[in-house]
């Protein structure tokens, strides 16, 4: 069973950085994409950004060139890097895996992200 473990969230001031870790375990994990997904109060989740096996990323519009996603294969953990944060990153952020070969999809239990001053 594929578990994830979320690591790196806290509280910033606008403009700050954090870096955020997923620990995958259960698994093959270079056979897995993984997903940044975050849910501000109120709002739906929504995808921030994603890496396959083979590094191909994607990014949402309103983080591209402050956010970058990466894998380490060999230490099984994806990360997110965020820079120039602002008020509306703030945001309860999930750590997501999807098997390249049966599409399941597994959750981390999330880590908040509070951009204030």
């Known amino acids: 069973q594929v578990q994830l473990v979320e690591s790196g969230g806290g509280l910033v001031q606008p403009g700050g950085s954090l870096r955020l870790s997923c620990a995958f375990s259960?698994?093959?994990?270079?056979?897995?994409?993984m997903g940044w997904y975050r849910q501000a109060p109120e709002k739906q989740r929504e995808l921030v950004a994603t890496?396959?096996?083979?590094?191909?990323?994607n990014y949402i519009d309103s983080v591209k060139g402050r956010f970058t996603i990466s894998r380490d294969n060999a230490k099984n953990t994806v990360y997110l890097q965020m820079n120039s944060l602002k008020f509306e990153d703030t945001a309860v952020y999930y750590c997501?895996?999807?098997?390249?070969?049966?599409?399941?999809?597994?959750w981390g239990q999330g880590t908040q992200v509070t951009v204030s001053s």
């Open positions: 890496i396959t096996g083979d590094g191909t990323t």
């Open positions: 259960g698994s093959i994990f270079r056979f897995y994409a």
């Open positions: 997501n895996a999807e098997s390249l070969s049966n599409k399941e999809n597994y």
